[in-house]
């Protein structure tokens, strides 16, 4: 089975991608989904986050604060790579895991910064969803409701476009309407499967 990284900058599209892979029944690993699993209360990772970042990070029913750990990743870049160092090899672990449990022509792992973490050995291909940067800050700040200094420092902590472009095998132009992208899923999708098939 062949193993597409999905990646992209924050807002541009990543998801909306994925889910119309999903709609075309290709198995779909969101590497965000399992690191929300892995800091479920109770879970060996929510502890250790505890331990670095302190209590005052969990909400009253124990739960993670997402938005106040986010405000704190983003304006350290020392506590950005703590969290990365106590998530990442455990989201890699499960990912894997996933992966064997599958029977498929192939699948779609998303791993958001997949450009900024490192290699991912397991993968086959890396497509990466692209737009412009005023384009991604105006959907964050709807999506998010975030003003724009926020919005700029988290486009600011990621990978650049320039970086990401330069890991991919495909790119998929996000800067057009909802239909355009999933043509061009389509379209993919249908290169991947015949990348599958056995050669004679």
Same mark, same amino acid.
């Given at each position: 089975?062949?193993?597409?990284?999905?990646?992209?900058? &924050?807002?541009?599209?990543?998801?909306?991608?994925?889910?119309?892979?999903?709609?075309?029944?290709? =198995?779909?690993?969101?590497?965000?989904?399992?690191?929300?699993?892995?800091?479920?209360?109770?879970?060996?990772?929510? %502890?250790?986050? #505890? %331990?670095?970042?302190?209590?005052? &990070?969990?909400?009253?029913?124990? /739960?993670?604060?997402?938005?106040?750990?986010? /405000?704190?990743?983003?304006?350290?870049?020392?506590? @950005?790579?703590?969290? /990365?160092?106590?998530?990442?090899?455990?989201?890699?672990?499960?990912?894997?895991? @996933? &992966?064997? /449990?599958?029977?498929?022509?192939? #699948?779609?792992?998303?791993?958001?910064?997949?450009?900024?973490?490192?290699?991912?050995?397991?993968?086959?291909?890396?497509?990466?969803?692209? #737009?412009?940067?005023?384009?991604?800050?105006?959907?964050? !700040? !709807?999506?998010? @409701?975030?003003?724009? %200094? !926020?919005?700029?420092?988290?486009?600011?902590?990621?990978?650049?476009?320039? !970086? @990401?472009?330069?890991?991919?095998?495909?790119?998929?132009?996000?800067?057009?309407?909802?239909?355009?992208?999933?043509?061009?899923? %389509?379209?993919?999708?249908?290169?991947?499967?015949?990348? #599958?098939? =056995?050669?004679?």
């Amino acid at each position: 089975m062949r193993v597409i990284g999905l990646t992209g900058g &924050i807002a541009s599209g990543k998801s909306a991608a994925a889910e119309h892979f999903a709609a075309l029944g290709v =198995p779909v690993i969101d590497a965000d989904q399992i690191a929300r699993e892995l800091v479920e209360p109770g879970k060996p990772a929510l %502890e250790r986050i #505890c %331990e670095r970042f302190g209590k005052s &990070i969990l909400l009253d029913n124990g /739960e993670l604060n997402r938005p106040s750990l986010r /405000e704190i990743i983003f304006k350290d870049a020392r506590a @950005r790579h703590d969290l /990365e160092a106590i998530l990442h090899p455990l989201i890699r672990e499960t990912i894997i895991q @996933r &992966i064997d /449990e599958l029977d498929a022509p192939y #699948c779609i792992v998303v791993i958001p910064l997949l450009a900024e973490s490192g290699d991912w050995a397991m993968l086959d291909r890396r497509l990466v969803i692209d #737009c412009p940067e005023d384009l991604q800050l105006a959907r964050l !700040q !709807q999506r998010d @409701r975030l003003d724009p %200094e !926020q919005a700029e420092r988290i486009l600011a902590a990621q990978a650049s476009r320039e !970086q @990401r472009k330069a890991i991919a095998d495909d790119i998929i132009d996000n800067s057009h309407d909802l239909a355009h992208l999933q043509r061009a899923v %389509e379209r993919l999708h249908k290169k991947y499967l015949g990348d #599958c098939q =056995p050669t004679s």
